[in-house]
């Protein structure tokens, strides 16, 4: 990361507070890779108009479209009056990353989110309400502007990794290397392929 705090400028002010806060707009509505591969994936302009095709926060600027979401317009050449695209003035929104990691430090949000969020709600204490993702990025939900909320360092990371205790019952994950134990106890043969070594990502990330 870079440090805890860090709060760049973003070329749209967009508000979780306002999305994930009031109107409850679920994370992975937005970040749908956070829970199926590595990355979080920041969400396409097509994606905020699946709501502000419509939602227009007129109200709030005396009838005139809100500044920040004909921003969006503008990104995706769409001409609000006629409803119209013109794809000769798009341009893409340059987002400023945030959560920033080392090229050489691996991180899987999936992992985390999926196999781990029982084991992270229960060490982080998260109410049954919050999604697993407040465990590192922070009560989100109250963020008028992101932030990076944890430090996101390799101690901090580490700690963690020390003090969760793993729910392993019912996890085929788990369930698995006891398998491979028990072969092992056998005098089985074990290949690495058998533990995962033909999983393209253990090479390629």
């Known amino acids: 990361g870079v440090h805890t705090g860090y709060q760049p400028v973003q070329p749209i002010k967009f508000s979780h507070e ?12 937005c970040h749908s890779g956070a829970f199926k591969s590595k990355n979080s994936t920041i969400p396409s302009a097509n994606v905020c108009m699946n709501c502000h095709k ?45 959560h920033n990691l080392p ?15 029982e084991a992270i709600r229960k060490e982080k204490g ?40 793993l729910e392993v019952k019912g996890n085929a994950f788990y369930d698995k290397i006891i398998e491979a134990h028990e ?7 074990i290949t690495p392929a058998a533990l995962g070594g033909l999983e393209c990502g253990k090479c390629h990330y």
């Open 18 to 29: 306002l999305h994930a806060g009031t109107n409850k707009i679920d994370c992975q509505f």
């Open 54 to 98: 419509s939602v227009q926060a007129t109200e709030k600027y005396d009838g005139e479209i809100s500044p920040e979401i004909q921003k969006i317009y503008n990104a995706l050449g769409y001409d609000p009056a006629s409803m119209t695209y013109d794809k000769t003035k798009e341009k893409p929104i340059e987002w400023v990353r945030v």
């Open 103 to 117: 090229d050489f430090a691996y991180f899987n949000h999936s992992q985390h989110v999926v196999v781990g969020e």
């Open 126 to 165: 998260l109410k049954p309400e919050e999604p697993v993702c407040f465990a590192c990025h922070g009560p989100v939900d109250t963020m008028e502007e992101i932030y990076q909320y944890s430090p996101l360092t390799m101690k901090w990371c580490v700690n963690c990794h020390k003090d969760t205790q």
């Open 183 to 189: 072969k092992i106890k056998k005098g089985e043969k």
